[in-house]
């Protein structure tokens, strides 16, 4: 998903055989797959999942990449039990899919997180990682939660809200320079108008050569050209993160 109003056909990519370092848990109305670093944090880190859903291993693989570096790390099921999008599904019905699937409508699941991390994990510094459908709803979150401490968009974008360039949190957004979903003169145009309007610090970054998903959805160990600006793209997430909390 590029944007509310253009959604793309996301191609599901590499898809990881991967387990997972973390355990499932119950947070009031939804599940939630969280994370624990290897010491004490107050630190944490809500993952938003793409249109695949909150069990995606390779989701679930950053998820414990954010724990293996420090944080709390919780990705929640935004879907609140509804199937995630399957690859081999019709995309002629995906906007029928996606109705009840808004990713600017998750402020209730995120109340319930944010009491969950606070009251349960004891986290006073709180941050938000989004991929996809998940970076339109990090760019959602950092418009009006002023208590996240710092956000990161990757290929996700906001484009017919008309303040959505008035970001209470500061935000780094990732792209692709060959995302078909998201043109390039969205994204200029958003850095652009962040610069007009914007009171916080944020970050445009777009990667030469990258795909809508390359951050969590390209395996680097079979995609050894790309492997250099996936890992420069993670290390960016996780500078981002550590400098605003």
């Known amino acids: 998903m590029a944007n509310e109003a ?12 991967y387990g997972g370092m973390g355990q499932e848990v119950q947070i009031e109305h939804i599940q ?7 010491v004490d944090s107050d630190k944490a880190v809500i993952v938003i999942q793409d249109i695949f859903g909150w069990k995606l291993p390779n989701t679930r693989y950053m998820t414990d990449l954010l724990a293996s570096n420090g944080y709390i790390a919780v990705c929640p099921d935004f879907f609140v039990g509804k199937e995630p999008w399957n690859p081999s599904d019709d995309w002629s019905t995906f906007e029928q899919w996606l109705e009840d ?9 995120l109340d319930a997180v944010l009491r ?19 970076g339109v709803a990090t760019h959602h979150l950092t418009l009006r939660y002023p208590q996240i401490k710092a956000g990161v968009s990757l290929y996700g974008i906001i484009r017919d809200v ?3 360039y008035n970001l209470q949190s500061p935000t780094l957004f990732i792209f692709g320079e060959n995302d078909q979903a998201i043109p390039l003169d969205q994204v200029k145009l958003l850095e652009k108008r962040l610069h007009e309007k914007c009171a916080v610090d944020f970050q445009v970054k777009i990667f030469p050569g990258q ?16 492997k250099p600006f996936i890992q420069e793209a993670r290390m960016d997430l996780l500078n981002w993160l550590n400098k605003y909390m």
């Open 162 to 164: 008309e303040d959505r």
């Open 32 to 38: 939630a797959y969280v994370t624990k670093p290897s």
């Open 6 to 17: 253009k959604p793309c056909p996301c191609d599901i990519g590499d898809r990881m055989e």
């Open 211 to 226: 795909t809508h998903g390359f951050v969590h959805r390209k395996r680097e160990d079979i995609n050894p050209d790309d």
């Open 116 to 134: 969950y991390l606070s009251e349960v994990c004891g986290a006073k510094r709180i941050g938000v990682v989004g991929f996809c459908w998940g």
């Open 101 to 109: 699937k808004k990713p600017t409508n998750i402020n209730k699941e």
